[in-house]
């Protein structure tokens, strides 16, 4: 694959926080998406939302100067990733949905077609007999924001081409990211350290401990974390955080990732963080 930017054409399945973060990082990297969900109406926030994060990024200062941006398409048919060079999958982060997406759209893309899981936790050894050429499966763990932070934590699985993982690092070096590969395990590193700490923050809630507040200023100021683990949750989403504990906690049967109640409970409210406008803090508006 060149590493010409304007050589590769990305899809990207899924249009919810983490769709909508990697869409705008790679149409301010001159990169063309085209952007798949379920219903129109998701589409058409979340074209609103890419639009907002390219003003954000650009204010920043965090996209390359000069470059034309990328064309954005959207579509409810999951048959326009044909001519995709990278899809990306970041839809929700529940097996059964992420083994039907990923069938059909390896099913759909030429051979040679890089096939990317932005999941949190699955194991990428596990997601491979769900496609039909596992050597052209990895992970790529984008962060939250996508344009903000450099960082890029890349999944090995045990099938996955040393090729197609050139070719993954150098589209993330095109959009401006920094690789780091490892092996391929459940929750991977970050989500094996970070869900659990967010749990246990939340247990510290729920038992009286101390407010949201505290727990995070305590991990903020003794510990140099930069949100505290509360606002990290808000910000990913409760929903995900629960689904993505779940994951792990069926995995490693680890009790510090088993969901809390609190967490359980502000998802049944529909109080999932920043994207629903409430969750361990108030945002007043939808964010
Ligand atoms: N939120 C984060 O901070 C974060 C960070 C890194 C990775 N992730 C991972 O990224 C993935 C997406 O997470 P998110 O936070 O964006 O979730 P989200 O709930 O905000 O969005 C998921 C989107 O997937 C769509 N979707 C569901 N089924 C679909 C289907 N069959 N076809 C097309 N679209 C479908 C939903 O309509 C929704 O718009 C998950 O695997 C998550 O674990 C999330």
Redesign the pocket.
């Known amino acids: 694959m060149s590493t010409e930017f304007g050589e590769h054409r990305l899809a990207v399945?899924?249009?919810?926080?983490?769709?909508t973060n990697i869409s705008a990082l790679a149409l301010g990297h001159g990169v063309p998406v085209v952007l798949?969900?379920?219903d129109q109406a998701?589409l058409k926030t979340a074209t609103a939302t890419i639009k907002q994060k390219l003003r954000h990024a650009q204010l920043l200062g965090v996209l390359p100067e000069g470059r034309e941006q990328g064309t954005l398409t959207t579509t409810v048919n999951?048959l326009d990733v044909a001519d995709a060079t990278t899809v990306v999958e970041?839809?929700?982060?529940i097996p059964e949905?992420k083994k039907?997406?990923l069938g059909t759209a390896s099913s759909i893309v030429s051979p040679g077609t890089t096939l990317i899981s932005?999941?949190?936790c699955i194991s990428i050894d596990e997601m491979a007999p769900w496609v039909d050429r596992p050597q052209e499966l990895l992970g790529v763990?984008?962060?939250?924001p996508a344009y903000m932070i450099k960082m890029v934590e890349v999944i090995r699985g045990s099938n996955t081409d040393p090729a197609v993982l050139a070719a993954a690092v150098d589209l993330l070096s095109v959009l401006g990211r920094e690789s780091i590969v490892i092996n391929d395990s459940t929750g991977f590193v970050i989500n094996r350290l970070l869900h659990p700490l967010i749990n246990t923050a939340a247990m510290l809630v729920q038992e009286g401990v101390a407010s949201a507040e505290d727990v995070d200023n305590l991990l903020e100021g003794c510990l140099g974390h930069s949100t505290g683990p509360l606002r990290t949750g808000d910000?990913?989403?409760l929903?995900?955080l629960v689904d993505?504990l779940n994951v792990l906690y069926k995995a490693r049967g680890d009790e510090s990732c088993n969901p809390c109640e609190l967490l359980l409970q502000k998802v049944r409210d529909g109080h999932h963080g920043r994207?629903s406008g409430k969750g361990f803090y108030d945002y007043g508006k939808v964010a």
């Open positions: 399945v899924g249009a919810g926080v983490m769709g798949v969900d379920v998701t999951l970041a839809v929700v982060e949905v039907k997406v932005n999941t949190s763990h984008f962060m939250n910000l990913i989403g929903d995900n993505s994207k």
